[in-house]
T-cell receptor, first 114, second 112 residues
């Protein structure tokens, strides 16, 4: 049973560039959430996708956008990268029908912006 | 402002002791609560979920929830060095949506 998979594992970008991160949810899960975790902090909610639509959004600027595909996989796009965007980006999947369903995390993508 | 607060620690306990981790949350309407373990450089791993007031036990782990006090805790019995990690408290604040709020985590070190 495949868990949540994310790619790439590490990424180095230059300020002002754009980046796309990818996520495949755990088998049987249809909801994907994206989190940003800065060093020494807890994960911060970016947004959640269900049925190919953004269902919830956290306090992140429009530079952060996403997409969910019919196979439930998802992408996170960040435009005009800032140094402060350097963080671990976590994808988490859950069963969308159960609102209290726990999140299952992927291994994350470490983004470094120079 | 919806917040989840944890003592950042570090918390050190000797091997075999009980480690007690605490978490408070601000939204009285919160419905579901989770504890995650995160090893350094790794992603969070689900340990426990709790939805009703009282205690829930799973092996060496016990989660305790008190909604009136807006307080949730995690007890780790017979602590092992492999339990050394950061423990994250997560709260799903329904009915605003299926959106998890995390605390900053408590760093636990179990000393052999």
């Amino acid at each position: 049973d495949a868990g949540v998979t994310q790619s790439p594992t590490h990424l180095i970008k230059t300020r002002g560039q754009q980046v796309t991160l990818r996520c495949s949810p755990k088998s049987g899960h249809d909801t994907v959430s994206w989190y940003q975790q800065a060093l020494g902090q807890g994960p911060q909610f970016i947004f959640q996708y269900y049925e190919e639509e953004e269902r919830q959004r956290g306090n992140f600027p429009d530079r952060f956008s996403g997409h969910q595909f019919p196979n439930y996989s998802s992408e996170l796009n960040v435009n005009a990268l800032l140094l402060g965007d350097s963080a671990l980006y976590l994808c988490a999947s859950s069963a969308g029908g159960a609102r209290s369903s726990p999140l299952h995390f992927g291994n994350g993508t470490r983004l470094t912006v120079t | 402002q919806k917040e989840v607060e944890q003592n950042s620690g570090p918390l050190s306990v000797p091997e075999g002791a009980i480690a007690s981790l605490n978490c408070t949350y601000s939204d009285r309407g919160s419905q579901s609560f989770f504890w995650y373990r995160q090893y350094s450089g790794k992603s969070p791993e689900l340990i426990m979920s709790i939805y009703s007031n009282g205690d829930k036990e799973d092996g060496r782990f016990t989660a305790q929830l008190n909604k009136a006090s807006q307080y949730v805790s995690l007890l780790i019995r017979d602590s092992q060095p492999s339990d050394s990690a950061t423990y994250l408290c997560a709260v799903n604040m329904l009915p605003t949506g299926n959106q998890f709020y995390f605390g900053t985590g408590t760093s636990l070190t179990v000393i052999p």
